[in-house]
């Protein structure tokens, strides 16, 4: 049982009644203290349960697909992660002390209406990664499926948009799964998490073993990674796009992991628990990625990276239920926690009193669909190379401001009532902070030549990269960097408007 209790210093608490607010409603309302019963390991299990998940799995063998070997891709992540981990760590200290979920706090720099420009971005990446991680659960029911029923993919085997029938029947029932989930509110994953994480951490366990024993030991697979080589390319060639990569795997949450940590017990409890779940998690389940997909070279003399794949090749009823489960729960505990819970407040913060949560979490698994998934991973290269670091862009800028003003301009402090006052402190007069859009501008506007080459070049990988291609590898970077200098620049002498206000 933990023992760790919240301490005034922790939080802030919201005293007035701002209930009739146009920016309020009961979802996007601080928490309350009693609210706060997130302990430690609630904190790691999310991280667990969102690390956990096939594309995590997969990642690795990109970047060995590309010319790594499988220590270089391991370092690649670990070092991404923990990247990423520290303004991950600096945003959900507003969302701890405050009880304020991500929208919400960047009123505060984005100002009342301005904020919807940051939290719409958020909620289109988070609509895509939707999309995609219900993409890869419904093929692996659509396997399970046709191994149990044998008619299941004769009977359905007429082709939708370049898809089997069967397929898209699976998917769409994945789909309805989670859409029932949604209605259940954000209290649940909490639960879901928790019990889901010993059974994905046992899981990728078990497939290490079988893999390691199949193929005559753990050594013997990680000599055979060499196979995965698919490009020749020097280590310091790939490292700055696999880093980024690494980075904007996870850059999404680094926005808005104060829709998490409004319920955690403590600031202790948030660092500590996102210190412990994050990059251990992601670089273990990588390497387990990388470790099973060399093994298969060596039982079945072909690589296969998509463990629904490797699942199609067991004969054994019982053991196909197992695999599925845990590919099941990978999938849903990863995209309610990470694609669900941000969009639905971003689209709630759009009409607080039109959009509840569950509203905005059934417009998320709309879009999901209409972003079309199974072309965002159509191959490895390009959801590295362009999905990944692309969006990587557009979230470092966006967390520069944000750190830039929670943490030098503020000094950590609030007026909570004034984020619910559509004339209040962080109004800016026209409800926008013009200071807050022009950095965010600006600073993307370097890596947005890159981006358009990557995107228009099969794979995502330029042949002959120019200065400006160079620049969009390290997208993540320098957006960041250039959205937390330009913001201070343009914000360090403001007098008179929010960055003076203090909490309340």
């Given at each position: 049982?933990?023992?760790?209790?919240?301490?005034?210093?922790?939080?802030?608490?919201?005293?007035?009644?701002?209930?009739?607010?146009?920016?309020?409603?009961?979802?996007?309302?601080?928490?309350?203290?009693?609210?706060?019963?997130?302990?430690?390991?609630?904190?790691?299990?999310?991280?667990?349960?969102?690390?956990?998940?096939?594309?995590?799995?997969?990642?690795?063998?990109?970047?060995?697909?590309?010319?790594?070997?499988?220590?270089?891709?391991?370092?690649?992540?670990?070092?991404?992660?923990?990247?990423?981990?520290?303004?991950?760590?600096?945003?959900?200290?507003?969302?701890?002390?405050?009880?304020?979920?991500?929208?919400?706090?960047?009123?505060?720099?984005?100002?009342?209406?301005?904020?919807?420009?940051?939290?719409?971005?958020?909620?289109?990446?988070?609509?895509?990664?939707?999309?995609?991680?219900?993409?890869?659960?419904?093929?692996?029911?659509?396997?399970?499926?046709?191994y149990m029923f044998p008619a299941w993919n004769a009977a359905l085997s007429s082709v939708v948009l370049g898809v089997a029938l069967h397929t898209w029947v699976a998917f769409f029932l994945f789909w309805g799964i989670q859409v029932f989930i949604i209605l259940k509110g954000v209290e649940g994953i909490k639960y879901l998490e928790t019990w889901s994480a010993p059974?994905?951490?046992?899981?990728?366990?078990?497939?290490?073993?079988?893999?390691?024993?199949?193929?005559?030991?753990?050594?013997?697979?990680?000599?055979?990674?060499?196979?995965?080589?698919?490009?020749?390319?020097?280590?310091?060639?790939?490292?700055?796009?696999?880093?980024?990569?690494?980075?904007?795997?996870?850059?999404?949450?680094?926005?808005?992991?104060?829709?998490?940590?409004?319920?955690?017990?403590?600031?202790?409890?948030?660092?500590?628990?996102?210190?412990?779940?994050?990059?251990?998690?992601?670089?273990?389940?990588?390497?387990?990625?990388?470790?099973?997909?060399?093994?298969?070279?060596?039982?079945?003399?072909?690589?296969?990276?998509?463990?629904?794949?490797?699942?199609?090749?067991?004969?054994?009823?019982?053991?196909?239920?197992?695999?599925?489960?845990?590919?099941?729960?990978?999938?849903?505990?990863?995209?309610?926690?990470?694609?669900?819970?941000?969009?639905?407040?971003?689209?709630?913060?759009?009409?607080?009193?039109?959009?509840?949560?569950?509203?905005?979490?059934?417009?998320?698994?709309?879009?999901?669909?209409?972003?079309?998934?199974?072309?965002?991973?159509?191959?490895?290269?390009?959801?590295?190379?362009?999905?990944?670091?692309?969006?990587?862009?557009?979230?470092?800028?966006?967390?520069?401001?944000?750190?830039?003003?929670?943490?030098?301009?503020?000094?950590?402090?609030?007026?909570?009532?004034?984020?619910?006052?559509?004339?209040?402190?962080?109004?800016?007069?026209?409800?926008?902070?013009?200071?807050?859009?022009?950095?965010?501008?600006?600073?993307?506007?370097?890596?947005?030549?890159?981006?358009?080459?990557?995107?228009?070049?099969?794979?995502?990988?330029?042949?002959?990269?120019?200065?400006?291609?160079?620049?969009?590898?390290?997208?993540?970077f320098v957006t960041f960097g250039l959205g937390f200098v330009i913001y201070y620049a343009l914000s360090r002498d403001s007098k008179g408007d929010s960055l003076n206000a203090t909490h309340g």
């Amino acid at each position: 049982m933990s023992t760790e209790s919240p301490t005034q210093r922790d939080f802030e608490e919201l005293h007035t009644d701002v209930s009739h607010s146009p920016l309020w409603n009961a979802d996007l309302a601080p928490t309350t203290i009693k609210e706060r019963t997130w302990s430690t390991w609630n904190i790691a299990a999310l991280w667990i349960g969102m690390s956990v998940v096939i594309t995590t799995y997969t990642l690795a063998g990109g970047f060995i697909e590309a010319g790594m070997n499988w220590w270089q891709a391991m370092v690649t992540i670990l070092l991404g992660n923990t990247i990423v981990l520290i303004p991950m760590i600096l945003n959900a200290h507003a969302g701890t002390k405050y009880g304020v979920s991500f929208p919400v706090l960047s009123r505060a720099a984005f100002g009342t209406k301005g904020a919807n420009i940051p939290a719409m971005l958020r909620a289109i990446v988070a609509c895509g990664w939707f999309g995609i991680q219900t993409w890869i659960g419904g093929t692996a029911i659509d396997v399970l499926l046709g191994y149990m029923f044998p008619a299941w993919n004769a009977a359905l085997s007429s082709v939708v948009l370049g898809v089997a029938l069967h397929t898209w029947v699976a998917f769409f029932l994945f789909w309805g799964i989670q859409v029932f989930i949604i209605l259940k509110g954000v209290e649940g994953i909490k639960y879901l998490e928790t019990w889901s994480a010993p059974l994905l951490l046992i899981g990728g366990l078990v497939v290490l073993a079988w893999a390691a024993w199949r193929a005559g030991g753990l050594g013997r697979v990680l000599t055979e990674s060499t196979t995965l080589q698919k490009q020749q390319n020097e280590f310091w060639t790939i490292f700055p796009g696999a880093l980024t990569a690494s980075v904007g795997y996870w850059a999404t949450l680094s926005l808005n992991i104060p829709d998490f940590t409004r319920y955690a017990r403590s600031q202790r409890s948030q660092m500590l628990g996102q210190a412990l779940g994050l990059p251990l998690t992601m670089t273990a389940f990588a390497f387990i990625g990388v470790a099973v997909t060399s093994a298969t070279v060596l039982i079945y003399g072909v690589a296969i990276p998509n463990p629904v794949d490797l699942m199609a090749r067991f004969d054994n009823v019982l053991i196909i239920l197992f695999a599925t489960a845990v590919i099941f729960a990978a999938q849903l505990t990863t995209n309610m926690a990470a694609n669900v819970v941000s969009p639905s407040n971003d689209f709630s913060n759009l009409n607080p009193r039109l959009i509840s949560y569950v509203t905005g979490g059934l417009i998320t698994a709309v879009i999901g669909i209409l972003m079309m998934p199974w072309k965002l991973m159509s191959s490895m290269s390009a959801y590295i190379f362009t999905w990944l670091i692309g969006y990587s862009g557009l979230m470092g800028a966006i967390a520069g401001i944000l750190i830039c003003d929670y943490w030098v301009l503020r000094k950590r402090r609030l007026d909570l009532a004034g984020l619910f006052d559509p004339n209040g402190p962080y109004s800016y007069g026209n409800g926008v902070n013009w200071r807050a859009v022009v950095a965010l501008v600006v600073s993307i506007a370097p890596v947005v030549p890159g981006f358009i080459r990557a995107a228009t070049t099969p794979n995502g990988q330029v042949s002959n990269p120019t200065f400006l291609d160079h620049l969009y590898t390290y997208a993540w970077f320098v957006t960041f960097g250039l959205g937390f200098v330009i913001y201070y620049a343009l914000s360090r002498d403001s007098k008179g408007d929010s960055l003076n206000a203090t909490h309340g």
